[in-house]
């Protein structure tokens, strides 16, 4: 009997014991249950930029943009470790035409609305291309400019050997728009199909002067020099961007696009001389 009632009292206690250590327990899952959680959540949070994101982005770009956007690929691929970034610089309407086609690309970067229209009238544009920066005309000549070239007008000095970008892409349409606004006419000894020939043949001093964009003319500094010539604010291009219906690898395409449009991509876009929109 004793031995019975003392047997009661013991397994209230022990039973008490249990139940504390199995809260205690609860508690202790509970906890490191949300700790767990908060430590997902951190790990996904610092991994966003890369969620998703892997293999290949190939990016067909306006030449004029190759120095830049070779910066900006080396920031994509440090902000997306594994991934590649493949760039195809040319006249931006070899590149719409290569787009339109069937070339595999998954951005296009190019230097007018007009370009990009052609990919757009295609439905080879995932969404409405936004513009990103702006670009200016200058004038390139030899270094030291001797023969004294301070204007527009003096390009249409005899004998003076100009190199203008082929009318059909974006810099030669910009270029036929300041000669119009100065009233200059002239005879270039080249058409070149993208910006960067025509200012490859100031550098190499096959030309005297040629019309580019005021970044080559940075790009290339010490190898030409520079003009500015107010005819240039009536041939300023709008450069649009925009990811690829059929790009095959989309969630590149729009980390890409992001990376552009973002403060960090628009700083490197100002450093090379481009315009803000």
């Known amino acids: 009997m ?3 009632l003392l047997s009661r009292p013991g397994l209230r206690f022990a039973g008490g014991l249990l ?10 899952s509970s906890s490191s249950g949300s700790s767990g959680a908060s430590g997902s959540a951190s790990a996904s949070s610092a991994a966003s930029g890369s969620a998703g994101v892997s293999g290949t982005v190939t990016v067909f770009a306006a030449a004029s943009l190759k120095e830049s956007f070779t910066t900006l690929g080396q920031k994509f691929e440090a ?15 070899a590149l719409a035409a290569s787009i339109v086609n069937g070339a595999p690309a998954d951005v296009f970067a190019a230097a007018s609305p007009a370009t990009m229209k052609t990919v757009t009238d295609k439905g080879d544009a995932a969404g409405q291309p936004q513009t990103f920066v702006r670009n200016q005309l200058e004038i390139a000549t030899v270094p030291g400019d001797p023969h004294h070239i301070a204007s527009l007008q003096d390009l249409a000095q005899p004998g003076l050997k100009v190199v203008l970008c082929a009318q059909e892409v974006p810099c030669g349409a910009a270029a036929q728009k300041a000669l119009a606004a100065g009233n200059v006419r002239l005879t270039p000894v080249s058409y070149e199909q993208d910006v960067k020939a025509a200012l490859t043949k100031v550098e190499l001093q096959e030309a005297d002067a040629s019309l580019v964009y005021r970044t ?7 190898k030409v020099d520079g003009v500015n ?21 989309s969630a590149g395409a729009r980390a890409f696009v992001a990376l552009v449009q973002s403060p ?14």
């Open 229 to 249: 010539f107010p005819e240039a604010s009536a041939a300023i291009n709008d450069y649009p961007i925009a990811a690829l219906t059929h790009a095959p690898n």
């Open 2 to 4: 004793t031995n019975r």
């Open 79 to 93: 902000a997306h470790p594994g991934t590649k970034v493949v760039f195809n610089f040319a006249g931006s309407d």
């Open 264 to 277: 960090e991509g628009q700083q490197v876009l100002m450093d090379a001389g481009f315009l803000s929109t």
């Open 19 to 28: 139940a504390a250590a199995l809260a205690l327990a609860g508690c202790s």
């Open 216 to 222: 080559d003319v940075r790009s290339a500094a010490g």
